[in-house]
């Protein structure tokens, strides 16, 4: 008996970004705003994070519907038919439900139907994360175009009394197209997790507790600020590095740096560790649109490439960290 060769699908050797779409919340929250509760100030704010207000969605408004606007603009800038892309990835925490994806329901309203669909639960390291994957897609064949998304309406989980995180949070979404390319144009990715600092930042209790609860408060986000802080500045700046060394290129070559928009005082650390010159250009988007999470790097690189169109072509380091604690890290083409 002849054994029958398996026929495997052959996609593109190299891949890029081909667009990047956006939308943030409509409200400008200022730190006036949200300062009384948690017995703070618009100075406090400032010289701790950087925000200087942040973007927040309207109640009718839910992260699906943001996403949906950042992917049809995306799609549009790709010059691509929605039925050309063959996966949908969305990297978000702020679902409404637990199952069916978030991605699912986007697939369906963008027309990528039938598109594999799926969310990501890697909180801000999520974008990256989504990039990798859709970068391992199209050169293995499972998809000609993947729609990547980070979505989050974090207001939801907002508590206006805590003074960890809740104030620095915004609500948005970012889009990217990415497909297949002549020459590389997404770098090898540098990942990981450690869950030994898994309750450094997340839900401040299971749903299970909040369904429990007689008085039915919803689970909302804190952090162990200092943790976060010391882990994102020590820890992350060496991935970046290792990122630079995987896509064998040196910090004088970048166009931009683009960090998660976690906190002003951490992008500014990261940019002297990485010892940048002055040529490249740092996305600090986090002090009008506040930390989107999963939408932060690619809201922060619309922006840069908005303000500044001779970025297009030029290379941008990108690196996510967050809840898990989870980090995702590569070298991108901007486009």
């Known amino acids: 008996m002849t054994t029958p060769t398996l026929q495997q699908a052959v996609g593109s050797p190299f891949t890029r970004i081909y667009s990047v779409g956006a939308a943030r919340g409509e409200l400008v929250v200022s730190n006036d705003d ?22 927040r ?45 978030l ?33 391992a897609f199209v050169r293995a ?18 508590k206006p009394t805590d003074r960890t995180i809740s104030f620095l949070l915004g609500d948005g ?11 590389p144009g997404i770098s090898a990715t540098v990942w990981g997790s450690d869950g030994s600092k898994w309750d450094a930042v997340g839900m401040d209790r299971p749903f299970k507790e909040a ?27 060496k991935v970046a590095q290792q990122a630079l060394d995987a896509a064998g290129v040196t910090s ?23 010892k940048l010159p002055d040529t490249v250009m740092v996305a600090r988007d986090i002090e009008t ?10 809201l922060a690189t619309h922006r840069l490439l908005e303000e500044h169109p001779e970025l297009s072509g030029g290379l941008a380091l990108q690196i996510g960290f967050g809840a898990g604690l989870v980090f995702g890290a590569q070298v991108v083409r901007l486009p």
């Open 103 to 135: 991605a699912a329901l986007l697939a369906d309203r963008v027309g990528a139907t039938p598109a594999a669909a799926y969310d990501v639960s890697a909180a801000c390291a999520g974008y990256t994360y989504g990039i990798a994957q859709a970068d």
């Open 141 to 158: 064949g499972l998809a000609r175009y993947v729609l990547v998304v980070g979505a989050e309406k974090l207001s939801d989980f907002a």
């Open 173 to 183: 979404a970012g889009a990217a197209i990415v497909g297949p390319s002549d020459t």
């Open 289 to 298: 649109t506040g930390n989107t999470s999963a939408a932060s790097i690619p």
């Open 211 to 237: 369904f429990d609860d007689p008085d039915g408060e919803y689970p909302t986000l804190r952090q162990e600020g200092q943790t976060v802080f010391r882990w994102a500045v020590w820890e992350m700046a």
């Open 57 to 101: 969605a309207g109640a009718d408004v839910q992260a699906v519907d943001l996403a949906e606007a950042a992917a049809r603009e995306a799609i549009a800038k790709a010059g691509i038919d929605p039925t050309e892309i063959g996966a949908v990835i969305v990297s978000t925490i702020s679902n409404v439900v637990q199952t069916p994806s």
């Open 34 to 55: 949200i300062a009384g509760p948690i017995d703070s100030s618009d100075e406090w704010i400032r010289q701790r994070t950087g925000v200087i207000t942040r973007k």
């Open 252 to 274: 004088d070559q970048l166009a931009a740096f683009i960090p998660h928009q976690a906190n002003m005082r951490i992008i500014d650390e990261f940019a002297k560790q990485l």
